[in-house]
């Protein structure tokens, strides 16, 4: 298998020395220095590692799991900045640099970005870039309304939030589709509206249709069972309390109350919903 750099590796230990041991990686053997050797560990044995560039630019491995891997868009936070541009906590020793040329805003330490990270072409580094967009996939999203994904929150936009869809392609969230807090950086699971022809996205927070009451009808039922036999949510319940709970909008909230009192499962009432 072609090692992967800035990847996850599956790698065979093949010789020790005094600071580690050596793990094959095709040309030229990696090491994976002793901090990171499993306690046990012997010749032979095979482990997952993830293979990067020491300070020195030489191939390197480690057991620690980085925030985000090459091909991934990742939320970081910044850690420093030099003469050259800024480097990003993305949990390693070594930091994940951003030049400045690939740089929206000259970016601030302490403050956090969404970045690409990729390969440099020219250098072999390992690098960073907060100019997501020319990263974004070419192809025509391959979804149908209904579809499950999952996003990463870009930015605020006038119409609503701009989000990663699959660690691949753009989608948005509309201000009317929005029933909590969210901020950049934040993952959750989200549902297709449609993809329009330019293959624009329209992302929703919930399932849509009578299929979505129906299965949150069932939610509201077993959270009922389960919890004596009352929720002092309601009708006039604020919509973000709902969502806080159930994770679904009021409107949604509403008809599968509706579903359960026609089924004649609940009763509703000033202080909440009862089961019967």
């Known amino acids: 298998m072609k090692l992967q750099l800035g ?26 220095p002793n901090r ?26 480690t057991t620690e799991t980085p925030k985000a891997q090459v091909g991934d868009f990742a939320w970081l936070q910044v850690a420093w900045v030099n003469n050259f541009g ?6 390693l020793m070594k930091d994940l640099f951003v030049p400045f040329r690939e740089q929206k805003m000259k970016m601030k330490k302490g403050k956090s970005y969404l970045v690409h990270l990729h390969i440099d072409p020219e250098t072999y580094r390992i690098m960073g870039s907060a100019k997501v967009e020319r990263y974004l996939s070419s192809d025509f999203p391959p979804y149908h309304g209904g579809d ?3 996003i990463l929150i870009w930015q605020k936009t006038d119409l609503g939030f701009k989000a990663i869809v699959d ?4 989608g948005l969230l509309f201000d009317d589709e929005i029933f909590r807090q969210l901020h950049s950086g934040d993952r959750l699971k989200a549902y297709v509206k449609q993809v329009r022809p330019d293959g ?20 509201l039922l077993q959270h009922l069972q389960t919890n004596g036999g009352h929720t002092p949510l309601g009708d006039k319940s604020p919509a973000e309390e709902i969502y806080a709970v159930f994770g679904v909008s009021k409107k949604v909230f509403k008809k599968a109350v509706g579903d359960l009192y026609k089924r004649r499962l609940i009763t ?3 202080d909440g919903l009862r089961l019967l």
């Open 148 to 150: 499950e994904v999952d």
């Open 36 to 61: 990171y050797v499993p306690e046990g560990l012997e010749i032979g044995d095979e482990l997952d590692v993830f293979v990067y560039l020491d300070n020195e630019e030489r191939l390197v491995a």
């Open 268 to 270: 509703i009432a000033d």
């Open 200 to 219: 624009k996205i329209d992302l929703s927070l919930q399932k849509k249709g009578q299929k979505a009451v129906v299965d949150f009808s069932e939610i």
């Open 86 to 91: 800024a480097f990003l906590d993305w949990g």
């Open 7 to 32: 990847n996850m590796n599956h790698l065979k230990v093949v010789r020790r020395a005094d600071h580690g041991v050596y793990l094959s990686g095709g040309p030229e053997d990696i090491l994976l």
């Open 167 to 170: 660690n691949k392609f753009g």
